[in-house]
Structure formats: C-alpha cells, structure tokens
C-alpha cells in the first residue's frame, strides 16, 4: 500500500483524472464537507462484490483523518486491488490544506459521536451504581472495556453501531 498526503494525491489526480478517490466515511459526515469529485463508499457497507472499479485500477481512498481509510486500504489489497493508495490526514488535512471540497450540511462527526455515547453511559453507570443498585457499575465498567478494546485492537464495535444508525445514511 502506497500512503500520499492530500497535496500528493490531489496533484496525481490532477495529472490524472481517471484515478477516483474514495471517501469512506458516513454518507452523514461526507456530506458535510468532501473532497471535490470524491465518491462516497461508506466503510461499513462497503461491498466488493460490487465496487465499480477494476483490481489494477490505481484507487485513492480517503476518510476523515487516516485512520478508515487505511483499513479500507488493508480490505482492498487482501482482495486483489493492486494499486491502493492511502490519503494522509483525511478530509481535515485536505480542508486544512485549502484544496477544493464541497461543503453542505453540517454533520457530527463518527468519533464524536462515539465519545459522546460512552461518555453519557460511563456516566448513567455511575449514577445507577451509586443511587440504584451497585450492578449498574458493570455498564461503566463494560464501556471502560469496550473502549481499551477499541485502543488496542483499533477496532470500535460502538463505531460501527453508531455509523448504521439512521442520522448517519444518506
């Protein structure tokens, strides 16, 4: 897999203008603010059975800040995909980087999102542990574990329940 920053990538497509790039985030969050000319192909639908592009097509895939994309990057190479190209730093760095995007509706992003929801369950854990019944300590303790889950495997179950609910699709 072959990693570019979004001034790299935008100058290679630029050259070019067959090379897609693909934005793995949530229809939500993609039309927030995207890439120009960015396709969206959300990482928890995305299906290789059907993607539209060829396995020695040269794909350049982008998320919000690196870290989706590189995973979609990993699936696309374990199926064959020949030229892969991971985006750097994502939609912010593209942003950041004044290159073109289109801005619409303003989303939450993703990670946000997942901060807020473990964040108010540690708490009605507490809460129900301390007022209620001493149990509800295991919903804050399970959170807690979800979450050092999350670090270490770089994997977050609560993300991926989070990026199916209905704020979040197009």
Known sequence: MKNLTVEQSHQERQANSSIPLIDVRTPAEYGSLHAESALNRPMEALDLNSFPFSKDQEIHVICQSGGRSMKVCQKLESAGFEKVVNVEGGTSAWNDSELPV????KAMSLERQVRIAAGSLVVIGAAV???VHPGGF???????????????????????????MPWNRA
């Open 102 to 105: 289109i801005t619409g509706k």
């Open 129 to 131: 542990g301390h007022f």
């Open 138 to 164: 295991a919903l804050s303790t399970f959170v807690g574990a979800g979450l050092v889950f999350a670090g270490v495997t770089d994997t977050c179950g609560m993300g991926m329940l989070i990026a199916r």
